[in-house]
């Protein structure tokens, strides 16, 4: 198979997007680092073993439909992952050179997407009511209903209501009363919790915080931004880390917190934390990712180290994200005062 087509991916070893070649039968004929290891797939297999049994279908329509973008969900050996999926169109194959006799290979542009998947499920989550709330009133209004039925049928039979039938409908009556009364307090009780959450918002608003968030993904940016200022804080975001610091430079004074993405392409986290630092050593920072992990490519450790005296980054967040974590990490830094 590597014989037949020749052409190498290498030179695409250091970007962050799976780049795949398949033949006509769906095997991987080459593939970038990336592909390798956020699909764990080699030369020979077959891709579509590591798609998701529920992205199949999806996978088809998406190689009959070369220059659209879908989102596939992938296997992993513990649990799966999503990635927007493009096949290039025949005349952008081009761009990859190859030398396989009229059988120009399917090029597959793949952009892991999971943390994004994972932000917008928990921010959907976030509005809707919780599981124990929807069990409850669905139990108290079933029930009422059963009751109502009854005395409706027992009424629709004409005979008059004396004795014992009296007694049951008075019954019934109690129940559905009680019933209603069941489902008022749940639907108060949901009311007043919501109320609650609304007034910690509006708690704040009387000094709302600033808050600088920098990620080279532009959805990432989108959704802590969304997050944050649902929770009533200023977000200035950034995908470039050094607009950011220009940013910080010109506004520290209206800045109160810095969320920074560990791996960013012009300047990693650690770098950014160090050169804001340098300008203001009190600056509260969190670092988004391992406190020490490893950089692709180099086999060495990144461990918060003191940044030359300057200060230090006192906070850290593991990626993927937890939303409610990072809220509360972010009010008990900016809200503790």
């Known amino acids: 198979m590597p014989g037949k087509y020749s052409f190498s991916l290498g030179l695409f070893d250091g970007i962050d997007s ?31 073993q590591a798609v998701h049994p529920d992205s199949q279908q999806q996978l088809t329509i998406a190689l009959q439909q070369p220059g659209k973008l879908h989102q596939i ?12 999926l493009k096949c290039l169109p025949e005349d952008q194959n081009q761009a990859f050179p190859e030398n396989a006799e ?8 793949i952009q892991d997407i999971s943390e994004q998947v ?28 059963g009751y109502t039925e009854l005395i409706a049928m027992m009424l629709e039979e004409g005979d008059v209501l004396a004795g014992e039938r009296l007694v049951a409908i008075q019954r019934y009556q109690g129940e559905v009363y009680s019933g209603l009364q069941r489902a008022t307090k749940l639907i108060k009780d949901q009311k007043a ?35 944050l200022q649902g929770h009533n804080y200023l977000v200035s975001a950034f995908t470039s880390a050094i607009e950011a610091l220009e940013h910080y430079k010109n506004h520290q004074s209206k800045i109160d917190l810095v969320i920074v993405d560990h791996l960013m392409p012009e300047l990693s986290g650690i770098a950014l934390a160090t050169a804001l630092l340098a300008v203001n050593k009190e600056l509260p ?6 406190e020490s992990s490893t950089e692709p490519g180099t086999g060495s450790q990144i461990i918060s180290p003191p ?10 967040i593991n990626k993927p994200l937890d ?12 809200d503790s005062g």
């Open 18 to 48: 799976a780049i795949i070649a398949i033949d006509s039968a769906g095997i991987v004929i080459n593939l970038n680092r990336f592909a390798a290891s956020f699909l764990n797939l080699a030369r020979g297999d077959e891709f579509s």
């Open 73 to 84: 969900q992938f296997k992993l050996q513990q649990g799966s992952s999503y990635g927007q």
């Open 102 to 109: 009229n059988n120009q290979p399917r090029i597959l542009l």
């Open 118 to 145: 994972a932000l917008a499920s928990q921010l959907h989550q976030g509005v809707q009511p919780n599981r124990k709330f929807i069990h409850d009133i669905s139990n108290a209004l079933t029930t009422t209903l």
């Open 193 to 227: 919790s919501r109320m609650a959450a609304a007034d910690d918002i509006k708690s704040d608003a009387r000094a709302p915080k600033r808050i600088m968030v920098v990620d080279d993904e532009a959805s990432i940016t989108e959704f802590l931004t969304e997050l």
């Open 285 to 290: 920072i969190v670092l988004c990712g391992l």
């Open 307 to 316: 940044l030359n005296g300057a200060g230090e980054i006192k906070y850290f």
């Open 323 to 334: 939303i409610n974590e990072l809220v509360k990490l972010v009010r008990s830094i900016v």
